[in-house]
T-cell receptor, first 113, second 114 residues
């Protein structure tokens, strides 16, 4: 029973396209996040949502638009994809923005060609 | 600005040896310091964490040592096993408006030879 699930696991697309990544958690957590892991494996937060409300927007280009229809789901839509967007995107969740119980999904590897 | 600096970048250890990974932070508002383990194709998974009011925390073969005055903390893996081969990340987070934001170190690729 997967706690934080992301789809798709792999995404290959051409420059200029628009794509979405979906995330769902069944842990009952209030806070969800998107992290980006670059080719050097460096992990950096992009967004966090608490109960569907945007809390953190870490100076991400506005081509990236997160959407949280409910507290169990956080999707990431990316417009006009660029080569530099190629990375692994991780969804995560935690209870009430707390540090304990932080859980990551298994990632979506996005390749822009 | 890299707020959490991690070293070494890679580490090779023989089975049964001790693996040591070091991290240093700058932001004195950080008050929770977790370590994550990541296997290829998987997301980071919490290994062990410490708060700055203690100097050491041990869970099985994994120990965190914390030096608040030096703003440094380290992960020790005793009796390292081939199954420990993974990428390890230190992280830090502050309370309040940071709302669970994890600031990661650059990661250490650990290889344990049989």
């Amino acid at each position: 029973d997967t706690a934080v699930s992301q789809t798709p696991k792999y995404l290959v697309t051409q420059m200029g396209n628009d794509k979405s990544i979906k995330c769902e958690q069944n842990l009952g957590h209030d806070t969800m996040y998107w992290y980006k892991q670059d080719s050097k494996k460096f992990l950096k937060i992009m967004f966090s949502y608490n109960n569907k409300e945007l809390i953190i927007n870490e100076t991400v280009p506005n081509r990236f638009s997160p959407k949280s229809p409910d507290k169990a789901h956080l999707n990431l839509h990316i417009n006009s994809l660029e080569l530099g967007d190629s990375a692994v995107y991780f969804c995560a969740s935690s209870p009430g923005g707390g540090r304990v119980g932080y859980t990551f999904g298994s990632g979506t590897r996005l390749t822009v060609v | 600005q890299q707020q959490v600096k991690q070293s070494p970048q890679s580490l090779i250890v023989q089975k049964g040896g001790i693996s040591i990974i070091n991290c240093a932070y700058e932001n004195t508002a950080f008050d929770y310091f977790p370590w994550y383990q990541q296997f290829p194709g998987k997301g980071p998974a919490l290994l062990i964490a410490i708060r700055p009011d203690v100097s050491e925390k041990k869970e099985g073969r994994f120990t965190i040592s914390f030096n608040k005055s030096a703003k440094q903390f380290s992960l020790h893996i005793m009796d390292s096993q081939p199954g420990d081969s993974a990428t390890y990340f230190c992280a830090a987070t502050a309370g309040g408006t940071s709302y669970g934001k994890l600031t990661f170190g650059q990661g250490t690729i650990l290889t344990v030879h049989p």
